[in-house]
C-alpha cells in the first residue's frame, strides 16, 4: 500500500474518557465504529483511498466486533452492498471517490434512494475537486437533490466530523434514506484531537446472524411500488429528515456583533472562511467573528426555518459556495422570496463561478464584498490594505520569475514500468506514423502529456475499449486501447473486452499489469501477487481472457523495449481478424522499491552481499542529441554541461535518483541511438571473489592506460 496504518488503527481500541489524537481518515473509522456498524467496504479513489487502507489494517479490531469488511470490485459494488440495509436493522457505510465514482454506483444508489432503508445508510464521498483534483470537476451536490439523498458537509474538525458520522446514521434512520457524507481533502488529512466513545458490537453481525429473511415487495423498486416510493420520499422521508437536522442542530450559526451582515457557508469550507476573515481583522486566531456565520454541515436538504432566522434584520449576506452551478445561492434566494424576507443574497458575484475556493480565493471574494457593502464598524481601508498586499505579492512574484512559470506537467515515477510502453510507441510512429490510441483512466493516463503525448480520447475507468469501439470502424488502420489491469478488473473486463468480442472488434488492446490500482495508492487487486490472508490469491488476467473468448494474447515484458515494440508491430500487421491483446507485465517500480528496501537495509546490516544496478552516460561518447530523453521522459535522465570545454551542447547525464531499470539503455539500443549508456553494478559488502575480480580490472585498465609521460 502506500501508506500502513499498522501502528495508527490501535488509535480506534480508545474507549470512552480517553482523547483520539489523528488524522481525518482515521477519526472516520473511529466514528463508524462507534456508531456499531455492521458492515463496511468501499473502493479507493483519491482523497478516501486511505479509508480501504485503513480498515484493512484494522481486520483483527472489526473481526471482534463481528464487523464484515469487503473489499469492492467497483463503486457499483459498493453502492449495491448498502442493500443490506434496505430490509433488516443493520447499520453499513462505503467509502468512494466522487463524483465520477457516484456515476458509476448511480444504478445501485437511484434504487436506494427510491425503496429507502431500515438500517442506516452512509456513503463517505471523497469530494475531489479544485486545483488538485484528479477528475472532472463535478459536485456530488446535484446527485444528492436528484435521488434525495441527504448530504453532510461538516466543518473540518475532528469533533464535528465524527459527530456527523454517528448523526449520518441517525439521520439515515430517522428518514429511512440513504446519506452521503463528503470530505474534500482538506478535511480527509486534517489533525486533531476528539473524545472517544466506546466501539459498539451491531445488533446483527456475522457474531450475531439474522435467521429469518423478511420480504416485503413495497421495498423492491418496481411499478406500482416505485410510485408508493416517491410519493413517500417527498411527503414522508424528506420532511423527517428537515424535522432531524433542526431537532439535532446539525447546522451551527455562529454569532458576532456586525449583525446587520452575515456569511453562510458551505461546512467544509468554513475554515477557509474563517480565515479570510482573520486576515481581514474580522476574526481573531481562535476563530471568533465579528461577522456572524450560518455553516451548513448539511448542505442538502437545507431547512428553510433556520435560513429565514439566520438572515431575518440582516442588510446583506455571502454565500461561500465552493464549485458551479450555484445550488445552494439559488435556493436561498428562493427561500428568501417565499418568506418575503429583502435581505440581499450575494456569492457569486462575488466569487468566482466555478473553480477550487482556496484561501486567495476567497479572501479576494469577502474582502471586495466588504468594500461593496460597507456595513458599520468594519475598516474599509484595512480591507483595501490586505487586497492591496495580496496584488503587491503576486506582482512581486511574477517579476522575479521572469513572466510565466513553466509549465511542469506530471510524469511517470522514475521506473515505471509503464514508461517503456509508450517508448515502444514512439518508435513505432517513426515507422508508420501517428495512430489512435483510446486511453484509460490509471497512471498511464500520464502518456497523454509531454515527452509522448499519446492518447486521445479518456472517457471513464476500465472504459478505454469500449470508447474505441465507435472509433476503430473509421480508420483504414488498426486503432489502440490502452487499459490498466486495476480498470480490467473494475469495468473492463464486462464493458470493454466482453462487448469487443461480442461483436468481432478487430482492435488491439495493451494492459497495464504492474500488479496494482497504483494511481490511487497501491492498493491490491484481483491479480496482484502479494495478497492478504483474507484474499483468493489465484485470479488471473490470462485466463479471465481466455474465459470470455480472447483468442490472441501476448504477454511481453515491458523493460525490453525492442520487444514491446516488435510485438506491436506484430498486432498492427496480423493476418488474426479479432481483438488482440498484449498483457505489458512488470511490477509498478514505486512499490517494488518499498517492498525491496527494507530486505536490503537488513542484507546490508547482516553483512550480506548486496549488488545495485544504476547506469550512467559516457560523456565523450553523448552527442548531445537528447533523443534518450524524448523517447523516455524519465526524471533521472536529465542534462548537464560538459567537462569537455570543446563540447558547446549540454550532455545526457543519469543522476542519484536511478533506481536501475535500464530502461534508457533499451530506448537507446531499440531506436539505434548513440552508445552512451553503460551499465554498472554497485557491490556493497564484497566476497573474495569480487575483491579478486576487482583488482584483475584495475590492474588491466592500467596497463592499458598510457603513462602520463607517454601522454605529454
Not at 443490506?84 to 436506494?112: E, F, M, Q
Not at 479576494?364 to 483595501?384: E, F
Amino acid at each position: 500500500m502506500e501508506r500502513s496504518f499498522t501502528k495508527e488503527v490501535e488509535l480506534l481500541r480508545l474507549g470512552a474518557g480517553q482523547t483520539f489524537h489523528g488524522e481525518g481518515i482515521l477519526a472516520v473509522t473511529k466514528a463508524l465504529l462507534q456508531s456499531g456498524i455492521s458492515y463496511v467496504g468501499g473502493y479507493q479513489g483519491a482523497p478516501v483511498s486511505h479509508v480501504m487502507d485503513v480498515l484493512n489494517d484494522a481486520r483483527d479490531i472489526m473481526d471482534e466486533l463481528g464487523i464484515h469488511v469487503e473489499t469492492n470490485a467497483s463503486e457499483a459494488g459498493a453502492a449495491a452492498m448498502l442493500g443490506a440495509s434496505i430490509n433488516y436493522p443493520l447499520r453499513g457505510a462505503v467509502a468512494w471517490k466522487s463524483t465520477v465514482g457516484t456515476n458509476v454506483a448511480s444504478d445501485a444508489l437511484s434504487n436506494l434512494a427510491s425503496v429507502g432503508v431500515r438500517g442506516g445508510a452512509l456513503i463517505v464521498i471523497g469530494e475531489d475537486y479544485g486545483e488538485g483534483a484528479s477528475i472532472i470537476q463535478e459536485r456530488s451536490h446535484a446527485f444528492a437533490m436528484k435521488s434525495q439523498i441527504w448530504l453532510l458537509d461538516p466543518r473540518p474538525n475532528l469533533p464535528t466530523i465524527v459527530r456527523m458520522v454517528e448523526k449520518g446514521f441517525e439521520l439515515s434512520e430517522a428518514s429511512n434514506s440513504p446519506v452521503m457524507l463528503e470530505l474534500r481533502i482538506r478535511a480527509c488529512h486534517v489533525h486533531g484531537a476528539f473524545e472517544a466513545k466506546d466501539n459498539r458490537a451491531p445488533r446483527f453481525s456475522r457474531r450475531n446472524a439474522i435467521e429469518n429473511p423478511d420480504f416485503d415487495f413495497a421495498r423492491v423498486s418496481l411499478p406500482p411500488a416505485t410510485y408508493a416510493q416517491e410519493k413517500h420520499k417527498v411527503e414522508v422521508r424528506w420532511p423527517a429528515a428537515v424535522k432531524f437536522i433542526r431537532e439535532q442542530k446539525l447546522n451551527e450559526v455562529f454569532d458576532g456583533p456586525i449583525s446587520e451582515i452575515g456569511v453562510i457557508t458551505q461546512g467544509g469550507m468554513y475554515n477557509v472562511a474563517v480565515r479570510s476573515l482573520q486576515q481581514l481583522g474580522l476574526a481573531d486566531a481562535f476563530g471568533e467573528s465579528k461577522i456572524p456565520i450560518y455553516a451548513l454541515n448539511v448542505t442538502y436538504p437545507l431547512i428553510p426555518e433556520e435560513v429565514t432566522a439566520f438572515c431575518t434584520g440582516k442588510r446583506a449576506v455571502l454565500m461561500i459556495e465552493e464549485g458551479q452551478p450555484a445550488y445552494i445561492e439559488d435556493a436561498l434566494h428562493a427561500i428568501l422570496r417565499r418568506a418575503d424576507l429583502k435581505t440581499r443574497v450575494h456569492g457569486k458575484d462575488f466569487l468566482p463561478m466555478a473553480g477550487e475556493y482556496t484561501g486567495e480565493v476567497v479572501l479576494t471574494g469577502v474582502a471586495k464584498w466588504i468594500a461593496a457593502i460597507s456595513p458599520r464598524g468594519v475598516d474599509l481601508d484595512g480591507a483595501r490594505r490586505v487586497l492591496g498586499a495580496l496584488d503587491a505579492t503576486k506582482q512581486r512574484a511574477a517579476e522575479l520569475l521572469g513572466g510565466t512559470v513553466p509549465a511542469r506537467p506530471p510524469g511517470f515515477c522514475i521506473g515505471c514500468p509503464e514508461r517503456p510502453v509508450f517508448s515502444a510507441m514512439k518508435l513505432i510512429e517513426r515507422e508508420s506514423g501517428a495512430f489512435h490510441i483510446s486511453a484509460d483512466i490509471g497512471c498511464h493516463t500520464f502518456s497523454t502529456l509531454p515527452p509522448f503525448n499519446i492518447g486521445n480520447t479518456v472517457l471513464g475507468y476500465g472504459l478505454g475499449l469500449a470508447s474505441n469501439s465507435g472509433i476503430a470502424p473509421m480508420f483504414s488502420g488498426r486503432t489502440v486501447t490502452i487499459m490498466g489491469d486495476g480498470g480490467f478488473w473494475h469495468n473492463g473486463l464486462t464493458s470493454g473486452i466482453a462487448n469487443a468480442v461480442f461483436n468481432k472488434s478487430d482492435g488491439i488492446l495493451v494492459i497495464m499489469k504492474n500488479g496494482y490500482t497504483s494511481a490511487t495508492g497501491i492498493q491490491s487487486i484481483p491479480s496482484s501477487l502479494h495478497q492478504t490472508e483474507w484474499k483468493s490469491g489465484d485470479m488471473s488476467i490470462e485466463r479471465a481472457l481466455k474465459g470470455i473468448g480472447v483468442e490472441w494474447i501476448k504477454p511481453v515484458y515491458t523493460y525490453r523495449v525492442s520487444e514491446v515494440a516488435k510485438t506491436l508491430r506484430e498486432a498492427m500487421n496480423s493476418a488474426y481478424k479479432g481483438l488482440k491483446v498484449i498483457i505489458a507485465d512488470a511490477e509498478c517500480q514505486l512499490e517494488r522499491q518499498r517492498r525491496i528496501r527494507p530486505q536490503i537495509a537488513a542484507a546490508l546490516k547482516a553483512g550480506k552481499r548486496v549488488v545495485r544496478t544504476r547506469f550512467g552516460v559516457d560523456e565523450d561518447v553523448c552527442s548531445g542529441d537528447h533523443s534518450c530523453i524524448r523517447l523516455s521522459g524519465c526524471p533521472s535522465l536529465t542534462i548537464k554541461a560538459a567537462s569537455d570545454p570543446l563540447k558547446v551542447d549540454s550532455v545526457a547525464h543519469v543522476n542519484n535518483d536511478c533506481v536501475g531499470c535500464g530502461l534508457c539503455g533499451e530506448v537507446a539500443h531499440a531506436a539505434i541511438l548513440c552508445p552512451s549508456f553503460f551499465r554498472a553494478e554497485i557491490v556493497q559488502n564484497p566476497n573474495v571473489l569480487d575483491r579478486f575480480a576487482a583488482r584483475l580490472r584495475n590492474t588491466v585498465i592500467g596497463w592499458l592506460q598510457p603513462t602520463e609521460g607517454l601522454r605529454s
